[in-house]
């Protein structure tokens, strides 16, 4: 399989034109800044590709530099796939076309079997902040990510979750009762296996965190993992054999999906 690409060349692009806009109208990053009511590392974020160009903004800063509507027009045309963060591309490639998924997460549901609500939740709580317009951008490419769930045919999926995340009140008790309800119908999707490992299992084979596996058109078996400012897509057979003898030893250890149906019935009731 090919090494992914790497991505990010549409932002550094259009990073470059607001650099080079704001230089011909004579203005310093402060002085942009400050009209824009931004802050000053937020703008030298977006003129280095790091940070994507709101089209708000977008907007603002065309009205300010005096060019007719460049920026906007700029932002309008990037492709779908870049308005997600830059870390979970190449991922999102490889989901859209999977064969079979294999997810296991800790502290939350996975983004494929969130609801609204609970994403725009899970997005809220993200540090450092994101503005409401990016929350909502980001809120409308994880349920857009969803329709692959809605493929024909759809891929073979299994999830694995943690009790706790079925506790965990992110954004209110409502918003708890809403994704509770939305992963007991997920639950009876036939061609998806939902799981709950329990709390109090005494041994646990995914304790070094979450893992995506998946399997493409081709037959080729890839990997993903993410932490605190990092992620990586794993396409060694050494490295994905590992995560999925770790995978089947979680499913092992988790309870039935009859039994995790039961179990989201019964938080249902409770919450």
Known sequence: MDQPKKRGSTWDAIGAL???????AGKTQAELAAELCIGLEKLASIEQGRRPLQIALAIQMDDLLDTKRALET????????????LFVQDFIDYEREALTMMWYENHVPPGLLQCEEYARAVFTCLYPPLDDEQVEEWVAGRLDRQKVLQRKPPPMATFLIEETVLHRPIGGRDV?????SHLRECADLPFLG??????GRESHAGLTGPMVLLETPDHDHLAYIEGQLVSHLLEDPDDVSVLMQ????LRAQALSPEESKRLLETRLGEA
């Not at 708890?176 to 509770?180: E, G, I, K, V, Y």
Request: a positive charge; glycine letters at 2%.
């Open 246 to 249: 770790k995978y089947g030893m």
């Open 176 to 180: 708890l009762r809403a994704q509770l």
């Open 18 to 24: 607001v650099a080079n806009f704001r230089k011909y």
């Open 74 to 85: 700029a932002v309008t045309k990037v492709p779908k796939r870049e308005k997600y963060p």
């Open 194 to 199: 939902l799981q709950i490992m329990p709390t």
